[in-house]
T-cell receptor, first 111, second 117 residues
Framework: GQSLEQPSEVTAVEGAIVQINCTYQ??????LSWYQQHDGGAPTFLSY??LDGLEETGRFSSFLSRSDSYGYLLLQELQMKDSASYFC????????????WGLGTSLAVNP | GAGVSQSPSNKVTEKGKDVELRCDPI?????LYWYRQSLGQGLEFLIY????????KSGLPSDRFSAERTGGSVSTLTIQRTQQEDSAVYLC???????????????FGPGTRLTVL
């Protein structure tokens, strides 16, 4: 079945840069979304990449490589408030109106 | 309200009881999704509604789960004869449309934390 793989945990320090990778299956791929979820909170949309390349939005950037079937979320100038879980998601190949979600990467930003 | 709202925020029930969870989507959003999230896990798709089309129920884990959306707005997720494994956070999301082709920013509510004793 369709699945996405991402690391379960990442730890970094304030001010650093961290990259969270996500690999996906290629069959029927449309694009890759990223969401952020703080503990006890609701997921919030960060970005969507349909084409190869880097999309930058402030301190966060998202990258996609269709040829390598992977993407990543890049977080720069890390702040304590960036401690959260980050999920990649892609449209279901059989019904692209549904999203298939990765299990999430828990990011801990330390002082 | 400006965002998606869900009620109740917390629900504790006894095994075997029925529960109803409510979701109020953002006004004008035609697509509505229900997900389940267990502690430390990803989001498990349950069901989605798109306008007046028949809902996609492919993610419902058993026939104890059902959902409806009245008037294209408010949705209710019902779990009958609850089991302990139903304990999770139930998240509702809405989007302008369930657009084909992939781009589909979903706006999430705060969730309902269901605990089945």
């Amino acid at each position: 079945g369709q699945s996405l793989e991402q690391p379960s945990e990442v730890t970094a320090v304030e001010g650093a840069i961290v990259q969270i990778n996500c690999t996906y299956q290629t069959s029927g791929f449309y694009g890759l979304s990223w969401y952020q979820q703080h503990d006890g909170g609701a997921p919030t949309f960060l970005s969507y990449n349909a084409l190869d390349g880097l999309e930058e939005t402030g301190r966060f950037s998202s990258f996609l490589s269709r040829s390598d079937s992977y993407g990543y979320l890049l977080l720069q100038e890390l702040q304590m408030k960036d401690s959260a879980s980050y999920f990649c998601a892609e449209p279901n190949a059989g019904n692209n109106r549904k999203l298939i979600w990765g299990l999430g990467t828990s990011l801990a930003v330390n002082p | 309200g400006a965002g998606v709202s869900q009620s109740p925020s917390n629900k504790v029930t006894e095994k075997g009881k029925d529960v109803e969870l409510r979701c109020d989507p953002i006004s004008g959003h035609t697509a509505l999704y229900w997900y389940r999230q267990s502690l430390g896990q990803g989001l498990e798709f349950l069901i989605y509604f798109q306008g007046n089309s028949a809902p996609d129920k492919s993610g419902l884990p058993s026939d104890r789960f059902s959902a409806e959306r009245t008037g294209g707005s408010v949705s209710t997720l019902t779990i009958q004869r609850t089991q302990q494994e139903d304990s999770a956070v139930y998240l509702c999301a809405s989007s302008l449309t369930a657009s084909g082709g992939g781009y589909n920013e979903q706006f999430f509510g705060p969730g309902t934390r269901l605990t089945v004793l």
